[in-house]
């Protein structure tokens, strides 16, 4: 296995926004805080009265830059976005930080999914302590995750399930605002031991609606029958880090629903991006 560890810089800290907050999120597993995964960071969206809430999340992997999905921001509404990072939770307290520039991945594509990957620049450095650092290391390109081995997702989630429908009909911002019209808000930061899932056992899942499980991609959940086929990441988890031995070996892209079990979770496979998110970060 080979692993890029990140540098470590430390210098000066920004202030904070107006909010919003509501009940729990991520599906299933335990509360933990953000002394064990000061990396957490929630990425914040507003509305026209200027109210931010946690609507993605991301993983800080330097001194001013965010590891997340494409999907989540784009550079039209990058005024609209903010970074909360240093708090258990992801629509109150912490530092709020002003986003400078996104980063997406160039052969980014909202119809297949693929390439679903980006960099967020915050325009004042993180300050570093023991809520807030960077992730100790993003998989490397020959890093392996064997099938049916132990990972874990980290994030705050959906409470009441998240039926992101995956009709590529329609593009994948579409499908994304149908999802949020009933969200509701996470309170409590959770980890979630999830097995790592074949490629073969994805593919075959997501074929049936057109989404092609690629290369490019990791998926993790439990294996169907079991009483922990539900638990996973969701819709604000949306670029959230999947953990294998404390590297970050995906960002969480999409998944079905919690309400059919059977569906994974699927990350894009950052051990196919490393240069990428060198050259970016």
């Known amino acids: 296995m080979q692993v890029l560890t990140l540098l470590v810089l430390c210098v000066a800290a920004v202030a904070g926004a107006g909010i919003?907050?509501?009940?729990?999120?991520?599906?299933?597993?335990?509360?933990t805080s953000i002394e064990r995964y000061?990396?957490?960071?929630?990425?914040?969206?507003t509305d026209r009265h200027w109210h931010y809430w946690q609507t993605c999340t991301g993983?800080?992997?330097n001194?001013?830059?965010?590891?997340?999905?494409?999907?989540?921001?784009?550079?039209?509404?990058?005024?609209?976005?903010?970074?909360?990072?240093?708090?258990n939770n992801g629509n109150y307290a912490g530092v709020v930080h002003v986003i400078s520039r996104h980063i997406a991945h160039p052969l980014f594509s909202s119809k297949t999914l693929e390439h679903n990957i980006a960099v967020l620049h915050v325009a004042t450095p993180f300050t570093f302590n023991n809520k807030v650092g960077p992730v100790m290391a993003i998989a490397g390109p020959n890093y392996n995750v064997p099938d049916n081995e132990n990972v874990l997702a980290v994030g705050w989630g959906w409470g009441d399930g998240c039926n992101l429908s995956l009709d590529t009909s329609n593009s994948y911002d579409d499908r994304l605002q149908s999802s949020a019209n009933n969200r509701r808000f996470g309170e409590v930061m959770r980890e979630v031991?999830?097995?790592?899932?074949?490629?073969?056992?994805?593919?075959?899942?997501?074929?049936?609606?057109?989404?092609?499980?690629?290369?490019n991609m990791i998926c993790a959940g439990w294996p169907a029958g079991t009483d922990l086929n539900s638990r996973g990441h969701c819709a604000e988890d949306f670029g959230a880090p999947l953990l294998h031995n404390q590297v970050i070996i995906g960002?969480?892209?999409?998944?079905?629903?919690?309400?059919?079990p059977e569906y994974q979770s699927v990350h894009t496979r950052v051990s196919n991006y490393t240069s990428w998110i060198n050259d970016n970060a």
């Open 193 to 215: 031991p999830l097995l790592a899932i074949s490629q073969e056992t994805c593919r075959n899942t997501y074929a049936p609606f057109g989404i092609t499980v690629t290369d």
């Open 38 to 45: 000061p990396f957490l960071a929630a990425l914040m969206d």
């Open 59 to 61: 993983a800080i992997i």
């Open 63 to 87: 001194d001013r830059a965010v590891l997340t999905i494409a999907h989540c921001t784009s550079n039209e509404r990058l005024h609209a976005w903010r970074i909360r990072v240093g708090t």
């Open 251 to 260: 960002v969480f892209a999409f998944r079905q629903g919690i309400s059919e």
């Open 20 to 31: 919003r907050s509501s009940p729990q999120r991520i599906w299933g597993g335990n509360p």
